[in-house]
């Protein structure tokens, strides 16, 4: 499942670049008009951007759902042993790229609430960059990789429903915990059908879109109610309704959903900004706090418990190349686009500024952590 899993987001991280180019190309061509005169039509009630974001999205926010509660079960942080190196690096990782944002817009109290805009690492992404490495990567190390990204997407969850959150409406709030509740009986209950995690997780989607909660914060709460009955010897039983749920939608989030959001959200007008605008405090702040504060904690943090003997590192990695992953922990694209929208505002100018901070932090880190895992040599992998 791990292995599928792996190579599901390294593709979708490939197609994810592609979509964030051509977003950039068409928001600065003579298309432009158009691109962002579609992003605002209406349907339904709603812009198509609006359901892209607020709709769309809440399936990505389904997906993460799932693959935590899956890898938190029953798999790769199953065992606090294997928690401690990437949930430390994590919380690290999230940390201090907050602090270096702060300490850019102390000054500036409108640019405060995109702090923590450069806290999740994009999976997809950074995964598509090591899928590009081939084995010169040893598994480990992609394995890191995936559970650092994951818990810090939990974490950035967590950031979102407690700072994020606008004025609650009781009524739409209850009537969403109702449906929680269903779902959470029928768990108990041992229903295996997807059907009424589906129809009543749709309820209660439309329900958090009226609380004031943002609406995709429900796809993580509808994931906790999955059940994961797992069979002795089996682990990550593929027949139980969370791997069946996950494994029916992840292909289209990874190569539709996502792209689609980052086509939608990467395109920035650069004929409004001067160069100059880059070393802004909203800009400079997200762009450092990816580049510089994921590599510099996330290292730091790994290096110190190796030494201290509360974690190994991982297996066949030479430090060098736990270097460059951590590099690569700075690709916030697709967490820290969604931050921002909801720190700003989709449309505002602000927005679009740390638009070019997460674009110039994420490309930097994706560059600078390809060059280095290309020019370090493989370990040859232990025997075992």
């Known amino acids: 499942m791990m292995r599928a899993f792996l190579k599901t987001e390294a593709s979708g991280g490939i197609i994810l670049i592609m979509a964030a180019i051509a977003a950039m190309a068409v928001a600065n061509s003579p298309l432009s008009e158009s691109y962002f005169s579609a992003l605002h039509h209406h349907v339904a ?38 928690r401690i190196l990437p949930g430390v690096a994590a919380a690290v990782g999230v940390t201090v790229p907050a602090i270096i944002y702060i300490l850019f817009n102390s000054g500036q109290p409108g640019g405060l609430r995109g702090w923590a805009i450069p806290a999740a690492t ?87 879109l009226q609380s004031g909660v943002h609406a995709t914060l429900a796809g993580v709460a509808v994931a906790m109610t999955v059940p994961l009955a797992r069979t002795p010897g089996r682990p990550d039983d593929q027949l139980s309704p969370l791997s069946r749920m ?94 921002g929208g909801l720190a700003f505002g989709e449309g505002s100018h602000q927005n679009d500024a740390a638009k070019l901070g997460v674009l110039s932090g994420s490309v930097a880190s994706a560059v600078i952590g390809y060059i280095i895992l290309r020019i370090v040599p493989a370990v040859k992998p232990a025997p075992g």
């Not at 009630?45 to 809440?58: E, F, K, P, R, V």
């Not at 609650?168 to 295996?192: I, Q």
């Not at 706090?289 to 943090?301: E, H, N, R």
Request: a neutral charge; proline letters at 4%; glycine letters at 10%.
């Open 122 to 208: 994009d999976i997809a992404f950074a995964l598509g960059v090591l899928a590009l490495l081939g084995s010169r990567i040893p598994s480990s190390l992609k394995i890191f990789l995936t559970a650092v990204a994951i818990i810090d997407d939990l974490i950035a969850v967590i950031i979102i429903a407690l700072f994020y959150t606008a004025e609650l409406k009781l009524l739409p709030l209850a009537g969403a915990a109702l449906g929680l509740a269903v779902l959470a009986y029928c768990n108990r209950r041992g229903v295996n059908s997807l059907i009424p995690y589906a129809a009543v997780g749709i309820a209660v989607w439309a329900c958090v």
């Open 246 to 339: 996950e494994h029916k939608l992840h292909p289209w989030v990874a190569y539709a959903i996502v792209p689609l959001f980052g086509f939608a959200n990467a395109g920035v007008a650069l004929g409004a900004f001067a160069l100059s605008d880059l070393l802004t405090p909203v800009p400079a702040g997200v762009a450092l706090g990816l580049f510089l504060g994921k590599q510099s904690g996330i290292f730091a943090v790994i290096w110190l418990l190796v030494r201290l003997g509360w974690a190994e590192r991982p297996r066949d990695a030479r430090w060098a190349q736990v270097y460059g992953v951590a590099v690569l922990c700075g690709i916030g694209f697709t967490m820290s686009l969604f931050i």
């Open 45 to 82: 009630g709603m812009s198509l951007l609006h359901w892209i974001n607020d709709g769309l999205m809440a399936l990505f926010f389904l997906v993460v759902g799932l693959e935590i509660k899956r890898e938190l079960l029953d798999g790769q942080l199953s065992r606090w042993p294997d």
